[in-house]
């Protein structure tokens, strides 16, 4: 089993930044990418970004320019530096960690999620 432990969200003013991170820990053999997701009240959970173990990151159109993921492969840390925030940002935000095990087998693992609220 892997854990997936979010912080750093909370209320900021339109135009604010925060920083999201997340702790994967338990038995894991490989990370394979790890990445964000958010969904606000009444909609679908939809991809912020993504970043592979060793490969290119990936944005939603919607966050380009204003949201940054990086990661530390050592700690197993996945970070979310968003700038410049909207009220339309505002959601939970969830932390994600695609694993291999020693198998071979790909298992999904999502954090517990994280508020974030942008004020106009």
């Known amino acids: 089993q892997v854990q997936l432990v979010e912080s750093g969200g909370g209320l900021v003013q339109a135009g604010g930044s925060l920083r999201l991170s997340c702790a994967a820990s338990?038995?894991?053999?490989?990370?394979?990418?790890m990445g964000w997701y958010r969904q606000a009240p009444g909609k679908q959970r939809e991809l912020v970004a993504t970043i592979p173990r060793g490969g290119n990151t990936n944005y939603a159109d919607s966050v380009k320019g204003r949201f940054t993921i990086s990661r530390d492969n050592t700690d197993n840390m996945v970070y979310l530096q968003m700038n410049n925030l909207k009220p339309e940002d505002t959601a939970a935000y969830y932390c994600?960690?695609?694993?291999?095990?020693?198998?071979?087998?790909?298992?999904?693992?999502w954090g517990q999620g994280t508020q974030v609220t942008v004020s106009s």
């Open positions: 338990g038995r894991i053999f490989l990370i394979v990418a």
């Open positions: 994600n960690a695609e694993t291999l095990t020693v198998s071979g087998k790909r298992l999904d693992y």
